[in-house]
Each structure stands twice: as structure tokens, then as C-alpha cells.
């Protein structure tokens, strides 16, 4: 069974960056593909990017490339999502979801708890 | 990119009737060469993350009631919850992976309340 634990709740200005943390157990980051969905208060899941495990390479959604960087320490099983230039906007609950380690199979088996991030001047 | 377009946006039903939501995507996310439809259903309880409920349009995910139950092809689909029962309330989305890489889409949700 694997078990995604995020960090906690964030307060940021605009413009500043934020990074969220989603530590794995029961697997390792390696057995697993990980991606992030984040939701603005009351709306949809907004897919935002995840690990292609055929190519090894991480892909960001349109929207936020350029802005977005996702990266895993497998020494600690930890994959990290970090969001910059932050506007109003980007005030949402950010997931980490993992999916089976093949890339037909994208469906979004396993979520963290989420992590609010606001951001507020 | 693949749009997927969910309804209604909501819906109210008695308990134990049956619920329907529907499901269309602007290109097929149907796979030729495997026959299979790359979409998923989801279910968020409020405060809660969305829980997988069925994948390949009609497979459950393990320990989902069958009660609830996916069908259709190509640009087409439905979640059906065949007898509600008071812990369904939710609001439910459907996702496409066909297009992955480079991107995953979710529906914009359907949210189910007792009538």
C-alpha cells in the first residue's frame, strides 16, 4: 500500500515561490510514477505535470511551463513540486498522485492528503 | 488538446435510485491497437483528495463497490451509481490519459447530493 504524505499548509506573497513536498512509503519513488494536481478553492482538479517513466523525463502541462519544477530525491523517497512567479491565481490545494510505473496506465491510483498554498500580498 | 466536458453539473437523487453522470471528450480516447478506452472515474468527498474509482472506462479499482459502474467508447461515456447510498455524495470527475504524454484532462465534475 503506498502512502503519500505531503507538507504543510504555505502563505506567500505574489511573485514569491513556493515548494511542496510529498514523501512516499510502502514503494519507492522508482516503482512509481509521480504527478501533481492542484484545485482552487471550489473548483476542478487541474492536472499540472508527472513523470513519463518510458522516456524518464518529467512533463509540465502547458500552462505552467516555465513556472513549474518537479523533481524526487530517491535517497529519501521524497518528490518535491516547485512553483514560482506566484500570483493569486495559483491559491489552491496542490495534490501529488502517483500512477502505475507504465505510461499507458496514467490513471491516479494513490493521492497525499493535499497542501494549501495562498498566495496574498 | 482533449477537452472532456462533464453532466450535468450537479444532480439530486433519492436514496437508492440510480444516478447518472456523462462523460465526452473532444477526440476519442479509444486505443486501437489494445481496444481500450484510456479514461478514469474519480470521487471527491469534501475536504478529502479524489479516490480512484474505475479505470479503462469499466474496470473497478480494487475495494470500489459495485454499485458503481463505468461504460461507453470513443468520445462517450457514463458513471453510474446504481443505488445511492448516503456516503456517494461527492463530486465525481472523469479523466483522460490517452493523450499522455503530453497531458493528462480532467472533466470539470459533477456533483452528487441526495434528494
Known amino acids: 500500500q503506498v502512502q503519500l504524505v505531503q507538507s504543510g499548509a504555505e502563505v506567500k506573497k505574489p511573485g514569491a515561490s513556493v515548494k511542496v513536498s510529498c514523501k512516499v512509503s510502502?514503494?519507492?519513488?522508482?516503482?512509481?510514477?509521480m504527478h501533481w494536481v492542484r484545485q482552487a478553492p471550489g473548483k476542478g482538479l487541474e492536472w499540472m505535470g508527472g513523470?513519463?517513466?518510458?522516456?524518464?523525463?518529467?512533463i509540465y502541462a502547458q500552462k505552467f511551463q516555465g513556472r513549474v519544477t518537479m523533481t524526487e530525491d530517491t535517497s529519501t523517497d521524497t518528490a518535491y513540486m516547485e512553483l514560482s512567479s506566484l500570483r493569486s491565481e495559483d491559491t489552491a490545494v496542490y495534490y501529488c498522485?502517483?500512477?502505475?510505473?507504465?505510461?499507458?496506465?496514467?490513471?491516479?491510483?494513490?493521492w497525499g492528503q493535499g497542501t494549501l498554498v495562498t498566495v496574498s500580498s | 488538446d482533449i477537452v472532456m466536458t462533464q453532466s450535468p453539473d450537479s444532480l439530486a437523487v433519492s436514496l437508492g435510485e440510480r444516478a447518472t453522470i456523462n462523460c465526452k471528450s473532444s477526440?476519442?480516447?479509444?486505443?486501437?491497437?489494445?481496444?481500450?478506452?484510456?479514461l478514469a472515474w474519480y470521487q471527491q468527498k469534501p475536504g478529502q483528495p479524489p479516490k480512484l474509482l474505475i479505470y479503462?472506462?469499466?474496470t473497478r479499482e480494487s475495494g470500489v463497490p459495485d454499485r458503481f459502474s463505468g461504460s461507453g467508447s470513443g468520445t462517450d461515456f457514463t458513471l453510474t451509481i446504481s443505488s445511492l447510498q448516503a456516503e456517494d455524495v461527492a463530486v465525481y470527475y472523469c479523466?483522460?490519459?490517452?493523450?499522455?504524454?503530453?497531458?493528462?484532462?480532467f472533466g470539470g465534475g459533477t456533483k452528487v447530493e441526495i434528494k
Open positions: 479503462w472506462a469499466s
Open positions: 477526440q476519442s480516447v479509444l486505443y486501437s491497437s489494445n481496444n481500450k478506452n484510456y
Open positions: 498522485a502517483t500512477a502505475p510505473p507504465l505510461r499507458g496506465s496514467s490513471w491516479h491510483d494513490y
Open positions: 510502502g514503494y519507492t519513488l522508482t516503482e512509481l510514477s
Open positions: 513523470f513519463d517513466p518510458e522516456d524518464g523525463e518529467t
Open positions: 479523466q483522460q490519459y490517452n493523450n499522455w504524454p503530453p497531458e493528462l484532462t
